[in-house]
């Protein structure tokens, strides 16, 4: 199977081992992700991959900050779908009318004078030529696995292998993230 596949299987599979409680909104986009796996060619967009691009991974230029000078935390980089790091980034991009749970995410971008994830979009497309239609699929895969990491901190607190009180409403998280990827999943965008 290829990198997306790959991908959707073992968020999928993580999320089932640190189940603490029945989240049915994660079962149905574990579903609707599954159910929707972009094709996969050997093409020239596979490049290397972050798997963690998000704006406080990127320095930038003090003098001009809409050009990056550094991306950092690379643990995670492999070959593979440039939009699987557009889709996180896309994620933790929060905006005006955004959820409490998904602003929790990264509460910086919802400010005046950011652009929006639209936009960021078309950017994006402008810039690479790729076609975006798909992008919804991307986003809604990056908002299922934070809530998979979500989860998995939350599963370590929940059998006290940790006993970090900022862990306590993890759970409560999860759902929020699940529930915002949900309705990414059944938007028309």
Not at 10 to 15: L, Q
Not at 105 to 119: I, V
Request: with cysteine.
């Amino acid at each position: 199977i290829g990198f997306v596949s790959r991908q959707v299987k073992g968020w999928t599979e993580r999320w089932q081992r640190s189940r603490t409680s029945e989240v049915p909104e994660m079962e149905e986009v574990a579903l609707w992700l599954q159910e929707r796996i972009p094709p996969e060619t050997p093409d020239a967009r596979a490049t290397i991959v972050h798997n963690d691009f998000k704006l406080d991974n990127v320095m930038l230029d003090a003098g001009d900050p809409s050009r990056a000078v550094a991306v950092l935390d690379w643990e995670m980089s492999t070959v593979g779908d440039p939009l699987v790091d557009l889709g996180i980034f896309l994620c933790y991009w929060s905006q005006q009318g955004d959820s409490e749970t998904r602003r929790g995410l990264s509460s910086l971008t919802a400010a005046p004078g950011w652009m929006t994830r639209d936009e960021l979009v078309e950017r994006y497309a402008g810039l690479t030529g790729f076609d975006l239609t798909g992008i919804s699929f991307y986003e809604t895969f990056a908002l299922f696995k934070v809530a998979v990491v979500v989860q998995q901190i939350y599963f370590r607190y929940a059998r006290g292998q940790t006993r970090d009180e900022r862990f306590r409403d993890y759970d409560r998280h999860v759902v929020g993230l699940a529930r915002a990827a949900l309705e990414l999943a059944r938007s028309p965008r």
